[in-house]
C-alpha cells in the first residue's frame, strides 16, 4: 500500500484494470482486488481522501494507466464517476464504468469481484485462474 498527501492504492503497478472509489468502499474494494489478483484478473484501486479539490495529480496519471477503469459509488446517479468524466473526458478520452449500488447496503467483496469480472470479460482483459497469484 502506498500512502500519498491525499490519496492511497493497492494492487499492481502494472495491473489493467483500475478502480477509482472513495469512503467506506475501500475494505470491499481492498478484498476484491486482493481475490482478483490471486485469481489472474490484474486490477488496481485508487482511494482519494478527499473528493474536491480533485486530486489530479493522483488521478490524472492512474487513468491515463490503465486501459480500463471503473468507478465504484454508493448511489444511483454515478455523480463522482460523472465529475470525473466531466474533467477527463475530452482531453484524455474518459469513459469510465460504472459499478453502483444504492439499496442502502454496503458492497460486499463478492459484488465488487464479480463487477470487475464482468467489466474485465466486456473489454477483452485477461482472467486465468492463479495466472496473478505472485503479483501485488
Not at 84 to 106: C, H, M, T, V, W
Amino acid at each position: 500500500q502506498e500512502f500519498r498527501e491525499a490519496a492511497y492504492s493497492f494492487g499492481p503497478e502494472e495491473a489493467e484494470l483500475g478502480i477509482i472509489g472513495w469512503g467506506a468502499t475501500a475494505g470491499a474494494v481492498r478484498a476484491a482486488v486482493e481475490i482478483a489478483n490471486r485469481e489472474g484478473l490484474s486490477v488496481r484501486a485508487i482511494y482519494p481522501k478527499i473528493l474536491f479539490p480533485n486530486l489530479d495529480h493522483d488521478l490524472r496519471p492512474f487513468i491515463q494507466k490503465h486501459k480500463v477503469v471503473a468507478v465504484l459509488e454508493e448511489n444511483q446517479s454515478g455523480q463522482y464517476a460523472g465529475f470525473l468524466q466531466s474533467i477527463y473526458g475530452a482531453e484524455l478520452g474518459f469513459r469510465p464504468e460504472r459499478i453502483l449500488k444504492y439499496d442502502g447496503n454496503a458492497f460486499r467483496p463478492d459484488e465488487v469481484l464479480s463487477a470487475l469480472r464482468a467489466i474485465a470479460g466486456k473489454h477483452g482483459l485477461a482472467q486465468g485462474k492463479g495466472v496473478g497469484a505472485a503479483r501485488g
